[in-house]
T-cell receptor, first 110, second 115 residues
């Protein structure tokens, strides 16, 4: 099976930087997704990491270490609209259908 | 990106009844999926909806409880049968577009409350 662990809740200040961590245990790891989900809305795709290292997309960056079973999502210049749940999801084996973690609820305050 | 719609957006149902949720996509896709998201929980895959054949169900989910149809490449339905309060959840369909990096696009979800 797969085990995905991420913090339940985080708070941060507008304009700051926040790092949301995700650790996973799985066999036959393929890749790791990050999704953003605002309350009452559908999840939206942020990133997909397959190789080790940091991938940057504007204010959001995602990092992966396959050997450590570890990823993080880095959000810079936080805005109030970044308040949402951030879901880490892993694909493994012969399947590219992701298994989701419970999500981290990020609250950005002024 | 995909335009995915779901009907109904929400419903309140009595226990013992059934509800059919529809998912419509704006273009043809091979892979369609149905997920459940219970309050405070992660997204859990119910099944993969296969066009022209039976759906593939994940462990813990059975066809009698969650029958799925996939009559063509743009449409699918999920029925929640003989409902109980434990079925209260958000049900989401998602699609994977060919040529994308396996990313999934989700519908807006159907919020189901069973009383």
């Amino acid at each position: 099976g797969q085990n995905i662990d991420q913090p339940t809740e985080m708070t941060a200040t507008e304009g700051a930087i926040v790092q949301i961590n995700c650790t996973y245990q799985t066999s036959g790891f393929n890749g790791l997704f990050w999704y953003q989900q605002h309350a009452g809305e559908a999840p939206t795709f942020l990133s997909y990491n397959v190789l080790d290292g940091l991938e940057e997309k504007g204010r959001f960056s995602s990092f992966l270490s396959r050997s450590k079973g570890y990823s993080y999502l880095l959000l810079k210049e936080l805005q109030m609209k970044d308040s949402a749940s951030y879901l880490c999801a892993v694909t493994s084996g012969g399947s590219y259908i992701p298994t989701f973690g419970r999500g981290t609820s990020l609250i950005v305050h002024p | 990106s995909a335009v995915i719609s779901q009907k109904p957006s929400r419903d309140i149902c009595q226990r013992g009844t059934s509800l059919t949720i529809q998912c419509q996509v704006d273009s043809q896709v091979t892979m369609m999926f149905w997920y459940r998201q219970q309050p405070g929980q992660s997204l859990t895959l119910i099944a993969t909806a296969n066009q022209g054949s039976e759906a593939t169900y994940e462990s813990g989910f059975v066809i009698d409880k969650f029958p799925i149809s996939r009559p063509n490449l743009t449409f699918s339905t999920l029925t929640v049968s003989n409902m109980s309060p434990e079925d209260s959840s958000i049900y989401l369909c998602s699609v994977e577009y060919p040529g994308t990096q396996y990313e999934q696009y989700f519908g807006p979800g159907t919020r189901l409350t069973v009383t």
